[in-house]
């Protein structure tokens, strides 16, 4: 069995705030936060907690329990069929960054393209197949050392689950802290952060481009 989860904040932290716009919340989610109570309702989650900070609110999309950095929530129902067509057709920009333990050759830049599906198992987990599944592809960046691992910028083109921590431990490449598909002793925390996301021109407004700090416990130098 994997490991204790992070123990999750029960409070809406003001601190997390990336912006406050008529339309929508960008927020910076802590690690160890759900983002939704799917399967564990008496759980603190981001939702539950936004929507009593700020009144109605939509998830727009989803991060792992484990995984930080921006998420957005919509105030209107407009700009989420907007926003989910613009995902549909891949027009709003991901970027993530993760340290990990480069096990094996991994090039200096490169397109991971495999096909997930779910572990036979496993309920939380996902499994590289080669038939069947649904497609999957991420673009990355090798961007240096440091003294734990390697840092990897990462821009998912499609949004499976997992994605990113299986193309990279598939890879040979885990994720540090990664407790389903790598050692979680090898890091405090799961190394995966959502730097950046950039909204193409939607409902009558400009490209937006939200972006959440590195928080300090990803710093492994």
């Known amino acids: 069995p994997p490991p204790n989860k992070p ?3 029960t409070t809406f932290d003001d601190g997390w705030l990336i912006a406050v716009e008529p339309d929508l919340i960008a927020v910076n989610k802590p690690t160890g936060l759900l983002v939704e109570p799917v399967r564990q309702p008496e759980q603190a989650n981001l ?3 936004a ?3 700020f009144g109605p609110l939509t998830l727009f999309h989803r991060l792992d329990r484990d995984t930080s950095g ?3 929530l919509t105030r209107n129902a407009a700009l989420n069929r907007a926003l989910a067509q613009a995902w549909q057709s891949h027009a709003v920009a991901k970027e993530y960054r993760a340290v990990v333990a480069v096990q094996g050759e991994l090039a200096a830049t490169g397109v991971m393209t495999m096909n997930l599906a779910p572990h036979p ?3 939380d987990m996902m499994i590289v197949v080669d038939r069947g599944g649904q497609r999957a592809v ?3 960046a090798l961007l240096g050392h440091t003294g734990a691992g390697v840092v990897v910028q990462l ?4 949004g499976r689950m997992h994605q990113l921590r299986v193309h990279l431990a598939h890879s040979g490449a885990p994720i540090l802290g990664d407790r389903l598909y790598g050692d979680p002793a090898s890091a405090p925390r799961l190394m995966l952060h959502a730097l950046r996301l950039t909204l193409p021109p ?3 407004a400009p490209a937006r481009t939200y972006v959440a700090p590195l928080p300090p416990d990803f710093d492994l130098t």
């Open 51 to 53: 929507v009593t900070r």
């Open 138 to 140: 991420t673009r990355y």
């Open 155 to 158: 821009w998912p083109e499609t």
């Open 202 to 204: 939607l409902a009558g």
């Open 7 to 9: 123990t999750p904040t």
């Open 47 to 49: 939702r539950d907690l």
């Open 121 to 123: 198992t496993r309920r």
């Open 70 to 72: 921006v998420v957005l």
